[in-house]
């Protein structure tokens, strides 16, 4: 699949929630990690999602928050990962903060400048990746 959202991450549906209108798609990574997605009714039927099949989960760069202090504060979002910074390249304006989950798989996001320096991002240190449940686009096998 060639498709321009930074983040492919490969997984298996765990459990599917199903609402009104929406759906919500419970995940497994291939690194054991947990992702929840949440899905139109509609497309969740045209998509065939069913416990137990493999998806791909699309999430664009741009839609990834990175956290590195949470002083004791929740947050809304479903998606909260740790991750090992690999590396932070920057650009103009923002720079890309490529970071490696548990089993290495690859997560790339998009962040200001004036981001990178307050939460002190740099290569070796750690993140928490956040990510929206309705920030993540479902993909299935032909």
């Known amino acids: ?3 321009s959202a930074r983040n492919v991450l490969i997984g298996t549906v765990t459990g599917i929630t199903a609402g009104a209108v929406n759906s919500e798609v419970d995940l497994s990574l291939a690194g ?3 992702l929840v997605a949440i899905i139109t009714n509609k497309s969740a039927e045209s998509l065939g999602i069913l416990v ?3 998806v791909v989960a699309l999430v664009k760069a741009s839609s990834i928050l990175l956290l590195t202090d949470s002083s004791g504060y929740k947050l809304s ?3 909260i990962i740790k991750a090992s910074i690999q590396s932070v390249t920057p650009g ?3 720079a890309e903060v490529s970071l490696a989950l548990a089993n290495g798989t690859a997560i790339h ?3 200001t400048l004036g981001a990178v320096q307050e939460l002190g991002l740099a290569a070796g240190g750690t993140a928490e990746v956040v990510i929206k449940a309705s920030s993540i686009i479902l993909g299935v096998p032909n």
Request: net charge positive; hydrophobic share 45%; no cysteine.
């Open 1 to 3: 699949m060639k498709v």
């Open 32 to 34: 054991g990690e947990s």
């Open 77 to 79: 979002a479903r998606n």
């Open 92 to 94: 103009a304006v923002n």
């Open 109 to 111: 996001a998009i962040v």
């Open 52 to 54: 137990g099949k493999p």
